[in-house]
């Protein structure tokens, strides 16, 4: 478990950001993603930018009651189509149908980045993103252990596919277990304990404000633990390329 109003004024900060003298806002802020923060503190200021913009945009959303993109019973179908497949094709036929249930929304290639958060480590590949949803491909093929992180504004569901995740919650004395075609929800507010024994691929989302998840899942770990901020930038641009386009591009969704 991943544990990622657009006021004139921000958007002004924001774009003054970019590097490339562009046509457009959006070809002006996917020019400022482009480029790679050189150091720790580069990083940070970037990132705190990202998520001003971003919680911007996700409160313009809610404020204007714009319905989510994804259902969480489809994904979860679409997620067991995937089970007792080869690691190739399972990973295929999952972005396949949400491709082709989801057109023009999702990532159309899968990048693999490393991840840690909660103490957990793993892999995962950005499917989709927006101010109040992501969509990931994540797992490891050697077990992890972590905090799931705890956050107040969104829902985080995970649909494995392959493997076994295991869950406790504060004051439980038994694990609860979820494999092959399962879903598990980790509720806003809540926070829970979770370890893959052996090797575990999920499907994850979440919805809700994703700010909080991206100072959880890339920010806090990068910063005081990994100092790995190729893996993290990578997540912020894999990310921003496409929460950018739901922004920026009117008539999806039905904006």
């Keep these: 478990m991943r544990p990622i109003a657009i006021t004139a004024a921000l958007l002004t900060t924001f774009f003054i950001l970019a590097a490339a003298r562009a046509a457009t806002p959006s070809e002006?802020?996917?020019?400022?993603?482009e480029h790679a923060p050189g150091d720790a503190k580069e990083f940070t200021r970037k990132l705190s930018r990202f998520d001003k913009f971003m919680n911007q945009a996700a409160a313009r959303e809610e404020t204007s009651r714009k319905p989510y993109l994804f259902d969480v019973d489809t994904l979860h179908e679409i997620a067991k189509k995937g089970v007792?497949?080869?690691?190739?094709?399972?990973?295929?036929?999952?972005?396949?149908?949400?491709?082709?249930?989801?057109?023009?929304?999702?990532?159309?290639?899968?990048?693999?980045i490393f991840n840690v958060a909660g103490g957990a480590m793993g892999q995962?590949?950005?499917?989709?993103?927006?101010p109040r949803e992501y969509l990931i491909f994540f797992g490891t093929p050697i077990g992890t252990e972590g905090f799931s992180g705890r956050f107040k504004q969104a829902d985080v569901y995970d649909f494995t596919i392959d493997g076994e995740m295991q869950t406790y919650a504060e004051g439980e004395?038994?694990?609860?277990?979820?494999?092959?075609?399962?879903?598990?929800?980790?509720?806003?507010g809540t926070g829970k304990g979770y370890k893959i024994p052996d090797h575990a691929w999920m499907l994850e989302y979440m919805r809700g404000n994703i700010i909080p998840s991206l100072n959880f899942g890339i920010w806090a770990p990068t910063v005081n633990v990994t100092l790995d901020w190729h893996s993290a930038w990578n997540q912020i641009h894999d990310c921003g390329k496409i929460a950018l386009k739901e922004i920026f591009e009117p008539g999806r969704r039905g904006d």
């Design 124 to 130: 995962l590949t950005v499917l989709y993103c927006s």
């Design 173 to 188: 004395f038994t694990r609860h277990v979820f494999g092959p075609g399962s879903a598990a929800k980790l509720a806003r």
């Design 28 to 33: 002006k802020a996917n020019a400022w993603l």
């Design 84 to 112: 007792g497949l080869s690691y190739e094709q399972m990973f295929k036929v999952v972005h396949d149908e949400l491709l082709k249930r989801y057109p023009g929304h999702l990532a159309e290639t899968r990048r693999w």
